[in-house]
């Protein structure tokens, strides 16, 4: 099932392209998820409704034209109209339950021994918006809900070799509190400044505080200043460190979890984002995002010019300092992994309730 994907959209299944072709394609909010314990749950599914409904109000609120293909008069009428997130739920909860019949019923001995990544698009439809004119509307009448489903084979967590190489490359992204699918594309020139090898492209408006990845969060624990050992005393001696939404990054649902398994296991953290200049105090580094859940990070490179200085240097030519963690992940770094995984196994939202 691996090479095998499938687009779902009005009741039809069709063969899909790559999902970020998808995503370029498309206007709209979405977000992503994957099953897990053999495609029986979705792992973090009420989270991702919400944070989803979280979007599509956003949006409707500041960015119509995110949502919808274009920014018409009709698209502006719907601005500031509350949308319930059961509403959402509904919408989307029916076209993955007869998307999962369809899918997972006919292709059960292919998907074996692997998961889904599923990517949920809710999009407004202008046609529709326009055809009803004046009519009293509600705002779920006029979107679409569109699921690319593909195998996925997950990494296991905390494997020394699958460790993340980050490189601070771009400037924090507009609307940063909502997900959607034009920022697939509005990333896109970044992409000429990746350095080889690199496995995320990091953030900052600053070139010194770390916002977030381009497709994920980032964090650091953050040895404090008075402890010389980390790892020879308590929890108490380190704090994990990652932006606050405030500065503009996206409220990622394993960030969330982050931040609750951080309060439940008591190890401190902080909303603060990561300075590069105290880089030296940072033991641990980690992304994370619906799929790879936790990544620790081997490597993170920024430039030694100032970001503006990326525009005017050929890619080829950019210098980079360079900050190296230990090989594999660190204690803090699986402490959280576990703790997510707990909590993920607790939240499962089993297919068999779509």
Not at 97 to 122: C, D, F, H, P, Q
Not at 207 to 235: A, M, P, Q, W
Not at 253 to 280: F, H, M, Q, T
Request: hydrophobic content about 40%; overall charge negative; aromatic content about 8%.
């Amino acid at each position: 099932m691996s090479n095998c994907r499938f687009l779902y959209h009005n009741g039809v299944v069709l063969e899909a392209p790559p999902v970020t072709t998808f995503l370029e394609s498309h206007t709209g909010a979405y977000t992503t998820t994957r099953t897990i314990n053999s495609v029986t749950s979705f792992l973090f599914w009420e989270r991702h409704m919400k944070r989803l409904t979280s979007s599509i109000c956003i949006l409707l609120d500041s960015k119509p034209e995110f949502l919808f293909s274009s920014e018409s008069s009709s698209s502006r009428f719907l601005m500031n109209q509350s949308i319930h997130e059961s509403s959402i739920y509904d919408l989307v909860n029916g076209s993955m339950n007869k998307a999962m019949n369809s899918v997972v019923v006919k292709e059960r001995e292919s998907i074996y021994g692997e998961e889904l990544a599923v990517t949920v698009l809710v999009s407004g439809n202008v046609e529709k918006l326009n055809r009803l004119g004046d009519q009293e509307r509600k705002v779920v009448d006029f979107l679409d809900v569109w699921l690319h489903i593909g195998g996925y084979s997950p990494c296991p967590l905390g494997v020394r070799e699958n460790a993340a190489s980050l490189a601070l490359v771009g400037r924090g992204r507009d609307v940063a509190a909502a997900k959607y699918s034009d920022w697939v594309r509005l990333r896109k020139p970044l992409e000429k400044f990746r350095p080889l090898s690199t496995t995320e492209l990091l953030l900052s408006n600053d070139g010194d505080h770390l916002l977030e990845g381009c497709i994920t969060n980032f964090f650091v624990v953050c040895r404090k200043k008075s402890s010389d050992n980390l790892y020879g005393g308590s929890l108490s001696e380190f704090e994990v460190q990652t932006a606050p939404i405030t500065d503009g990054v996206l409220p990622g649902v394993i960030r969330n979890v982050v931040i609750d398994v951080c309060l439940s296991k008591g190890i401190p953290y902080r909303e603060r984002a990561p300075s590069w200049s105290e880089r030296e105090l940072w033991e641990e580094a980690f992304i994370t995002s619906s799929l790879r859940i936790v990544q620790h990070v081997g490597t993170i490179k920024v430039p030694v010019d100032s970001l503006e200085a990326l525009a005017c240097t050929k890619p080829e030519e950019i210098q980079w300092k360079e900050k190296k963690f230990e090989e594999g992940p660190g204690m803090i770094t699986e402490l959280i992994q576990r703790g997510i995984m707990e909590r993920g196994i607790e939240e499962g939202f089993l297919l068999k309730n779509l």
